[in-house]
């Protein structure tokens, strides 16, 4: 069976402290795109995960250890396959990893009827991955904690230009770079993403894209970038601008959505 694995943007993103476990407490608004990547899942004679388009290992791509995760918890086997076709970029803060490890346990948790509460999935999904508590949940709103803190929000579902600068930003390192005093003096800053000013002085191929596609909307950063998004009145106004682009650079047109479509496709599989 096929499912969806959408992408999410920050449409801020604030730090409130470094715990003393060394993650951020954070204050963000998250919201769907109705664009991502595709998984494909289904029974083999052993558990396996592979991508397409963008090449990842099994050892290191996050929706292994989410699987292997559940099998120890349920002291199970999962003979399954694991097809995903990435068309989200690695390191664009746009929650690839997360979103792949998600669908994968909503669906495995059904296809194996292993009953597994929504609550369980997401006290297993938060010890791999900050974002995957959002992408288990699969309604946009106020992310808060280390990302387990979700209060459901609707947002405008607006069209919206995702560009891509060609470079991949580690979010572990974005948050590493990030000093207390830094939070502490941007606390009364009227920056929606404490993360653009680092992203833009430490990325010249994101600041180029930014400072191109500024000339024309306001830009944000999605999370700790490195793509971005600006709000367009239509498929034509977004091609016209990047046709002046000073370089070939890769770009998605699509809408903001509050639901992931993975919650009606697994309502309607019947699995």
């Known amino acids: 069976m096929i499912f969806s694995s959408p992408a999410k943007i920050n449409l801020s993103l604030k730090l409130i402290r470094k ?15 109705n664009w991502g990547d595709k998984v494909e899942i289904f029974s083999s004679n052993k558990l396996s995960v592979s991508t397409t388009k963008i090449q990842l ?123 207390f005093e830094e939070i502490s003096n941007k606390r009364d800053s009227t ?20 400072d191109f596609l500024s000339k024309y909307k306001e830009v944000s950063i999605s999370g700790t970038g490195s793509s971005m998004f600006t709000k367009i009145n239509s498929f034509e106004e977004g091609k016209e601008i990047m046709d002046n682009a000073p370089r070939k650079l890769a770009y998605v047109i699509t809408n903001t959505i509050n639901k992931s479509p993975l919650l009606n496709e697994l309502l309607n599989s019947g699995v």
Not at 194 to 205: A, D, G, Q, S
């Open 19 to 33: 715990r003393l476990d060394g993650y951020h407490d954070i204050d963000s608004d998250f919201q769907f795109l």
């Open 57 to 179: 290992s099994q050892q290191e791509n996050l929706v292994t250890e989410a699987l292997k995760t559940i099998e120890s918890f349920c002291d199970t086997q999962l003979n399954y396959s694991v097809k995903i076709e990435k068309n989200i970029p690695l390191g664009s803060g746009l929650g690839g990893g997360s979103s792949n490890a998600a669908t994968v346990m909503l669906a495995v948790n059904s296809l194996a009827n292993l009953n597994l509460s929504l609550d369980v999935l997401v006290d297993l999904g938060k010890s791999l991955g900050s974002d995957i508590p959002f992408f288990l949940k699969g309604l946009s709103g106020r992310v808060s904690g280390i990302g387990e803190i979700i209060e459901p929000k609707e947002f405008p579902e607006d069209l919206v230009m995702i560009l891509f600068p060609g470079c991949s930003i580690s979010t572990k390192d974005a948050f590493k770079a990030v000093t």
């Open 191 to 210: 920056k929606v993403n404490y993360f653009e000013e680092w992203v833009l002085f430490n990325y010249p191929l994101v600041k180029e894209a930014y």
